[in-house]
């Protein structure tokens, strides 16, 4: 059973990023996604005797029927991509609503002209990792994703 904190109160913006097979031309999906937790952090690495800072960014996202597996997601149609999210190494969140058309062949139109719009607080991420915390009993699911 699902009973998620008052803090999973952040609305999100999710560009998946689909590489077409056949052209090898770039499109991006962009989906707005409320009531999720997102938070900058900062971890220590530690390599021999160096100590390193580490700025980290993590979103929870609660478990969603609008959600499919990478696989899964690249078989879809295009009108179903559009409706459907997926997460994977490479896609980029922001940490609130935007209504940027992301278009990798226009000038200031590029996902890297996304990211820098929104670097500023409260930010913006390239996802580099992702767990799927659903199932197997499981209390408040969710996907995991943290990057930088």
Do not use: Q
């Amino acid at each position: 059973m699902n009973h998620y904190s008052s803090w999973w109160d952040d609305t999100i913006t999710l560009y998946n990023k689909y590489t077409d097979p056949d052209t090898k031309r770039v499109k991006w999906y962009r989906h707005v996604i409320p009531d999720c937790f997102y938070k900058h952090t900062i971890e220590k690495i530690t390599v021999g005797k160096t100590t390193i800072d580490s700025n980290v960014t993590v979103c929870r996202i609660r478990v969603n029927d609008l959600f499919v597996d990478k696989k899964s997601w690249m078989l879809l149609s295009d009108e179903e991509r559009a409706t459907k999210f997926t997460l994977s190494a490479g896609d980029i969140i922001v940490a609130e609503e935007v209504d940027f058309e992301v278009d990798e062949y226009a000038n200031g139109k590029r996902s890297s002209d996304l990211i820098n719009e929104n670097k500023e607080w409260p930010g913006c991420f390239t996802i580099e990792t992702v767990n799927i915390n659903v199932g197997g009993g499981r209390g408040n699911e969710h996907y995991h994703v943290r990057g930088t």
